[in-house]
């Protein structure tokens, strides 16, 4: 990526406009989500990138305050890959190669 293009895309948007309208909507949206469900809940607390949060996602179970929670932590967990693929990738990137 040329640093031209990469310094365009870490100004912020103008607060005109409808591209940073829809970001603010997402954002308040998964901040409002992450009232109800303990997944969302964790990856703002933690980040979504910290063990926490990998291992909610490990875990596999949706889990929340209420049946609203768990349906959205339900979409949160929902994968394009089951969990225990990464899972086992996890434990296998530990391993040492046998030699």
Same mark, same amino acid.
């Given at each position: ?20 309208? =829809?970001? /603010?909507?997402? $954002? &308040?949206?998964? %901040? ?11 990856? #703002? ?19 929340? =305050?209420? /049946?609203?929670? $768990? &349906?959205?932590? %339900? ?11 990464? #899972? ?12």
């Amino acid at each position: 990526m040329p640093a031209d293009a990469f310094a365009e895309l870490r100004r912020p948007l103008p607060v005109w406009t409808p591209r940073a309208w =829809r970001f /603010a909507a997402m $954002r &308040a949206a998964a %901040r409002a989500g992450a009232l109800l469900s303990d997944g969302l809940r964790t990856g #703002y607390r933690h980040g979504f990138d910290s063990g926490p949060f990998m291992a909610h996602v490990y875990a596999n179970r949706p889990s929340g =305050r209420s /049946a609203l929670g $768990r &349906a959205v932590d %339900r979409r949160l967990l929902e994968p394009f890959l089951p969990a225990g693929i990464f #899972y086992n990738l996890m434990i296998s990137a530990r391993k040492p190669l046998a030699a």
